[in-house]
C-alpha cells in the first residue's frame, strides 16, 4: 500500500460508479488511478472530482496494471469564484497535456500551489503568470534579444515577424513579463489578453509538444 498527494487534473467515468482519475502527485508526478464506487459513494467522492482539487489517497498496484485507489479525500478545500472555476478547468486541461509524461516535479507541484492561491484571491490573470512559469520550469525561456517579435518556434527576439499571433504589442508583453522575473502582479491589457494566451500556448505547443486545449474557447469567452 502507498500514500501520497496530488491535484486532480481529470477523470474518465468507467460503467455508472467508477472513474480512472488523473492525478499529478508530489511524490510520482502523473499518475492514473481506478476508483471504484465515486459516483455512488454517500460520502461525497463526486466532489473531489474538481478540476485541481488537492487531493490525499492510498492506492494498491497488486491486482492490476492499473492502481487501485483504497482510499481519496481531500486534502484542502479552498472557495472559488465562477469566474476562477472557470480558469481552473481550462488549466487542469492544459496539464493534462502537458504533464502526461512528467514523473516527479516538486518544481511544478509548488508552482501550482502558488496558482491556486491567486486564484482563491481572485487574480483572474493568474493563468498567464502560471503558463509564464511553467515554461520557465521546463527550461524553455525565449532567449533575450533586442528584436521587436518573438519568434516562437526558435525560441529568440528577431527583427521579423514570422507569426500574426507574435505581433510587437504581444510580444512586447513577454517581454515585460521575462524582465520582472514573472510576477503575479503583472498587469496583463485586457484587450490583449487573448492573444497573449493564444501565443502562450502556441509556443509550448512548438516546445512541449501540446495540443491546443479545447477549453480554451470557454477562457475566451470571458475576455469577450
Do not use: C
Not at 465515486?38 to 497488486?62: D, H, I, M, N, W
Amino acid at each position: 500500500m502507498h500514500s501520497d498527494e496530488g491535484y486532480l487534473l481529470s477523470f474518465v467515468k468507467v460503467g455508472d460508479y467508477d472513474a480512472v482519475v488523473h492525478i499529478f502527485s508530489q511524490n510520482s508526478g502523473y499518475q492514473s488511478f481506478f476508483s471504484k464506487s465515486v459516483f455512488k459513494s454517500r460520502r461525497g467522492k463526486k466532489a473531489l472530482l474538481k478540476p485541481l482539487q488537492k487531493v490525499e489517497f492510498s492506492y494498491s498496484t497488486r491486482h492490476s496494471s492499473l492502481a487501485y485507489l483504497s482510499r481519496f479525500e481531500a486534502k484542502a478545500s479552498r472557495e472559488f469564484s465562477v469566474k476562477a472555476n472557470l480558469i481552473l478547468f481550462f488549466a487542469a486541461d492544459l496539464l493534462n497535456d502537458l504533464l502526461r509524461d512528467e514523473q516527479q516535479n516538486i518544481a511544478v507541484y509548488t508552482a501550482v500551489e502558488e496558482f491556486l492561491r491567486q486564484l482563491e484571491g481572485r487574480n483572474y490573470s493568474a493563468h498567464y503568470l502560471f503558463i509564464f512559469k511553467l515554461i520557465e520550469i521546463f527550461g524553455i525561456l525565449p532567449l533575450s534579444g533586442s528584436g521587436d517579435f518573438l519568434d516562437p518556434e526558435r525560441g529568440i527576439f528577431s527583427a521579423e515577424q514570422s507569426s500574426t499571433l507574435f505581433s510587437a504589442e504581444v510580444s512586447e508583453i513577454w517581454k515585460r513579463v521575462l524582465d520582472a522575473g514573472i510576477d503575479y502582479a503583472e498587469k496583463i491589457p485586457i484587450q490583449k489578453k487573448e492573444a497573449l494566451l493564444e501565443s502562450l500556448l502556441v509556443f509550448l505547443s512548438y516546445h512541449q509538444g501540446i495540443r491546443i486545449p479545447k477549453s480554451l474557447e470557454v477562457i475566451k469567452q470571458m475576455t469577450e
